[in-house]
């Protein structure tokens, strides 16, 4: 079977200091991988998406970024928070191809004081 | 324009009360997939079905049931016999053909199921 992880589950961070926050998948090859924020009492907002190693889709511009260095691993980083980037951070994965459905991770809450 | 609508913000039922979620979707696409998910208190999105735009007929998944109209492109879901477990969050959302990469999720609907 297949599982997400994400770490770490939450996070407080100073304004201006650097963020690196993990999704791995387990139990998948060459999956579709999604970060997501949802602000407090908000709906979801899609940040990035990959179809592939080294593949990054960024859909909103902003002070944040995405890799995928291995397959099944994908790191969303900032190199300074702001106030604004507090919220809570979904990792999702498809299979690819037509099977469209994602499967989220437990998230990261982060707190940018 | 916004292609996954939930106009319900929040719902507040008291328990064994019927609810139902309204969710309405705008596509241009012929193919297309509708989703539920839940998220509870503790944030985790669960997934809870998945409709394609061919398959009309009605689901029922225990006290779960889900009404797909696409002659009014509307797929609510209706909770039976709530329970305060039902408490959560639900999302709606909406995968097209020519975008197959990317679900287009509502705003949410917030239930409060009251004992």
């Known amino acids: 079977s297949q599982t997400i992880h994400q770490w770490p589950a939450t996070l407080v961070q100073p304004v201006g200091s650097p963020l690196s926050l993990e999704c791995t998948v387990e139990?998948?090859?060459?999956?579709?991988l999604y970060w997501y924020r949802q602000a407090a009492g908000r709906g979801l907002q899609l940040l990035f998406y990959s179809v592939g190693i080294g593949q990054i889709s960024s859909e909103v511009p902003q002070n944040l970024s995405a890799s995928r260095p291995q397959d099944r691993q994908f790191i969303l980083s900032s190199k300074k928070l702001l106030l604004s980037d507090s919220g809570f951070y979904l990792c999702?994965?498809?299979?690819?191809?037509?099977?469209?459905?994602?499967?989220f991770g437990p998230g990261t809450r982060l707190l940018v004081l | 324009a916004q292609k996954v609508t939930q106009a319900q913000t929040e719902i507040s039922v008291v328990e064994k009360e019927d609810v139902t979620l309204d969710c309405v979707y705008e596509t241009r696409d012929t193919t297309y997939y509708l989703f539920w998910y839940k998220q509870p208190p503790s944030g985790e999105l669960v997934f809870l079905i998945r409709?394609?735009?061919?398959?009309?007929q009605n689901e029922i998944s225990g006290r779960y049931s889900w009404n797909f109209q696409k002659s009014t492109s509307s797929f609510n879901f209706t909770i039976t016999a709530s329970q305060v477990v039902d408490s959560a969050v639900y999302f709606c959302a909406l995968s097209e053909e020519t975008s197959y990469d990317k679900v287009i999720f509502g705003p949410g609907t917030s239930l409060s199921v009251i004992p």
């Open positions: 409709r394609n735009s061919f398959d009309e």
């Open positions: 999702a994965w498809t299979r690819g191809g037509d099977e469209e459905t994602q499967y």
């Open positions: 139990g998948t090859s060459n999956p579709n």
